[in-house]
């Protein structure tokens, strides 16, 4: 039988027609052998024959006979700033941070645009229609009621819809975040002077410094209060651009010069390496390849036009001409978060200052390539760079008065539904307690009720003179005024043992 099947895959190979040779093969074996092994033995080489008939998938074919053995061409993996957003090492600290403040600036949405309206209240129905606006992705109902510190809920007495408003606490710490900023306006002038010293030609655009005005602690008509209040310092070129008057050189010192000249003065290290130096704090479980840290050191070293340096022209096609500029925009942008309240600000945002401060590169990619000195947080519906060595357990080093106002709020807002159930009153604990000790005494006597009327006749303002009062008294008065309540008690006792 073996036989038999051999010869018949070979004529297969050759194109040959065998099912006719098939047929009169089950014929003999037919008269041979019973009809069911016969049967057995067929359908085993029918389904031989449709997996030889039938043609192979074009893909096994493609490059010829001998496809399978062939090598593909091994392609080197594209390094970009998308690959490198995806691969790099997470701040969970920091992420966590990001999402909490992303839910402070929904809260900080909804109050712009409650001032909009004349009541110091806006019904749920209403704010529900501002849920795509402030980029709310549950039920308005639902996120109002996950923040009763925030919001207070109540229904209209005449309207009779449920209506919403801020809490006194939220709205004290708001007017008092606007206070301190107005006392902070000088402050607020120094930075918009570093500022416009960073830029290029000394300008900068209204629109830009509007979208980072928060960031920067600057009021919200800064363009009246202090672009126009102080016309020695600033100049506007048209509606939309400011323009520097008068440069202050006391100013023009980075923080990170100020850095590397305590590290100088501190630890004792050489110029050489002190002198370009940039702060180098890692996230946890980064991995160190092989030869990182000499390319690092050597990074280091590399001289640079410093941010508020003489504006010269670097060559780009010269021996490290790319490193140097890039290593400026590396100087300017951490200057420019050093500057913020936060030290952090988005990166849609920090974008509008590419012209202005000549940095013609991608800033996410250049971030990206020098994880000790900016994290990019991916958390939210934007991407926020911060400053790392500025943050340690998610907070600030060197917190400011702006800072901790806004730190108050996000407290606040992280409190969630606790702590709502508000304590009553002392005075009210002591009365109830009062009644059921007099409702208790009528239906028996009890242990230590002499005790009461002494404390119902103290004196709580002036408590010196319960004393004086009591130290004069002698012996024998006290126990006629208080000696039958003794004994009612003692007698009490007795009859209970």
């Given at each position: 039988?073996?036989?038999?099947?051999?010869?018949?895959?070979?004529?297969?190979?050759?194109?040959?027609?065998?099912?006719?040779?098939?047929?009169?093969?089950?014929?003999?074996?037919?008269?041979?052998?019973?009809?069911?092994?016969?049967?057995?033995?067929?359908?085993?080489?029918?389904?031989?024959?449709?997996?030889?008939?039938?043609?192979?998938?074009?893909?096994?074919?493609?490059?010829?006979?001998?496809?399978?053995?062939?090598?593909?061409?091994?392609?080197?993996?594209?390094?970009?700033?998308?690959?490198?957003?995806?691969?790099?090492?997470?701040?969970?600290?920091?992420?966590?941070?990001?999402?909490?403040?992303?839910?402070?600036?929904?809260?900080?949405?909804?109050?712009?645009?409650?001032?909009?309206?004349?009541?110091?209240?806006?019904?749920?129905?209403?704010?529900?229609?501002?849920?795509?606006?402030?980029?709310?992705?549950?039920?308005?109902?639902?996120?109002?009621?996950?923040?009763?510190?925030?919001?207070?809920?109540?229904?209209?007495?005449?309207?009779?819809?449920?209506?919403?408003?801020?809490?006194?606490?939220?709205?004290?710490?708001?007017?008092?975040?606007?206070?301190?900023?107005?006392?902070?306006?000088?402050?607020?002038?120094?930075?918009?002077?570093?500022?416009?010293?960073?830029?290029?030609?000394?300008?900068?655009?209204?629109?830009?410094?509007?979208?980072?005005?928060?960031?920067?602690?600057?009021?919200?008509?800064?363009?009246?209060?202090?672009?126009?209040?102080?016309?020695?310092?600033?100049?506007?070129?048209?509606?939309?651009?400011?323009?520097?008057?008068?440069?202050?050189?006391?100013?023009?010192?980075?923080?990170?010069?100020?850095?590397?000249?305590?590290?100088?003065?501190?630890?004792?290290?050489?110029?050489?390496?002190?002198?370009?130096?940039?702060?180098?704090?890692?996230?946890?479980?980064?991995?160190?390849?092989?030869?990182?840290?000499?390319?690092?050191?050597?990074?280091?070293?590399?001289?640079?036009l410093k941010p508020y340096g003489q504006k010269e022209v670097i060559r780009i096609r010269s021996c490290g001409g790319i490193e140097r500029f890039e290593k400026r925009a590396i100087g300017i942008l951490h200057e420019f978060l050093s500057l913020t309240i936060e030290k952090m600000v988005d990166i849609e945002r920090l974008s509008h200052f590419r012209r202005d401060f000549n940095m013609e590169i991608n800033l996410r990619e250049l971030l990206l390539k020098h994880p000790g000195i900016f994290y990019i947080s991916t958390k939210g519906n934007t991407q926020t760079v911060f400053l790392?060595?500025?943050?340690?357990?998610?907070?600030?080093?060197?917190?400011?008065?702006?800072?901790?106002?806004?730190?108050?709020?996000?407290?606040?807002?992280?409190?969630?539904?606790?702590?709502?159930?508000?304590?009553?009153?002392?005075?009210?604990?002591?009365?109830?307690?009062?009644?059921?000790?007099?409702?208790?005494?009528?239906?028996?006597?009890?242990?230590?009720?002499?005790?009461?009327?002494?404390?119902?006749?103290?004196?709580?303002?002036?408590?010196?003179?319960?004393?004086?009062?009591?130290?004069?008294?002698?012996?024998?008065?006290?126990?006629?005024?208080?000696?039958?309540?003794?004994?009612?008690?003692?007698?009490?006792?007795?009859?209970?043992?």
């Amino acid at each position: 039988m073996i036989p038999i099947y051999n010869f018949l895959i070979t004529l297969s190979a050759k194109a040959f027609s065998i099912k006719p040779i098939l047929s009169i093969v089950a014929k003999m074996w037919r008269s041979l052998l019973g009809s069911h092994k016969v049967m057995m033995f067929e359908s085993f080489g029918v389904g031989i024959l449709h997996k030889i008939s039938t043609p192979v998938s074009k893909e096994a074919f493609v490059f010829g006979p001998f496809n399978l053995n062939t090598q593909k061409r091994w392609k080197k993996p594209v390094v970009s700033a998308r690959t490198r957003l995806e691969d790099r090492t997470r701040d969970l600290r920091l992420d966590k941070l990001t999402r909490q403040l992303m839910r402070l600036k929904i809260v900080l949405k909804l109050r712009e645009l409650m001032l909009k309206r004349r009541d110091p209240y806006v019904s749920v129905q209403r704010l529900s229609r501002w849920k795509n606006i402030v980029g709310l992705n549950i039920e308005m109902g639902v996120f109002l009621r996950k923040y009763p510190h925030i919001f207070e809920m109540f229904t209209h007495p005449v309207k009779r819809n449920l209506c919403c408003k801020f809490t006194q606490k939220m709205a004290n710490l708001i007017e008092e975040e606007n206070n301190i900023i107005k006392d902070s306006e000088l402050i607020a002038v120094q930075r918009l002077k570093k500022l416009l010293m960073m830029s290029t030609n000394g300008t900068l655009h209204i629109h830009a410094l509007r979208l980072i005005r928060r960031e920067l602690g600057l009021p919200e008509d800064f363009q009246d209060s202090i672009l126009l209040k102080y016309p020695d310092d600033f100049r506007l070129v048209g509606l939309e651009i400011v323009a520097l008057v008068s440069r202050d050189e006391n100013l023009a010192v980075a923080e990170v010069e100020k850095w590397r000249e305590k590290e100088y003065r501190e630890k004792w290290l050489s110029e050489f390496e002190t002198r370009y130096a940039f702060q180098i704090h890692f996230p946890t479980g980064f991995k160190i390849e092989k030869g990182f840290r000499e390319k690092l050191k050597n990074w280091q070293r590399i001289p640079y036009l410093k941010p508020y340096g003489q504006k010269e022209v670097i060559r780009i096609r010269s021996c490290g001409g790319i490193e140097r500029f890039e290593k400026r925009a590396i100087g300017i942008l951490h200057e420019f978060l050093s500057l913020t309240i936060e030290k952090m600000v988005d990166i849609e945002r920090l974008s509008h200052f590419r012209r202005d401060f000549n940095m013609e590169i991608n800033l996410r990619e250049l971030l990206l390539k020098h994880p000790g000195i900016f994290y990019i947080s991916t958390k939210g519906n934007t991407q926020t760079v911060f400053l790392r060595e500025a943050y340690g357990k998610g907070c600030l080093f060197h917190p400011n008065p702006i800072y901790t106002v806004r730190r108050k709020m996000l407290d606040l807002l992280l409190l969630g539904c606790r702590s709502t159930r508000e304590l009553q009153p002392q005075k009210g604990i002591l009365e109830r307690h009062n009644d059921i000790d007099c409702n208790e005494v009528v239906q028996s006597p009890r242990v230590g009720h002499w005790v009461i009327p002494i404390l119902e006749s103290f004196d709580h303002q002036n408590p010196n003179k319960n004393l004086s009062e009591v130290s004069d008294t002698s012996d024998e008065e006290l126990n006629e005024k208080y000696g039958n309540l003794c004994s009612q008690d003692d007698a009490y006792v007795k009859g209970k043992e």
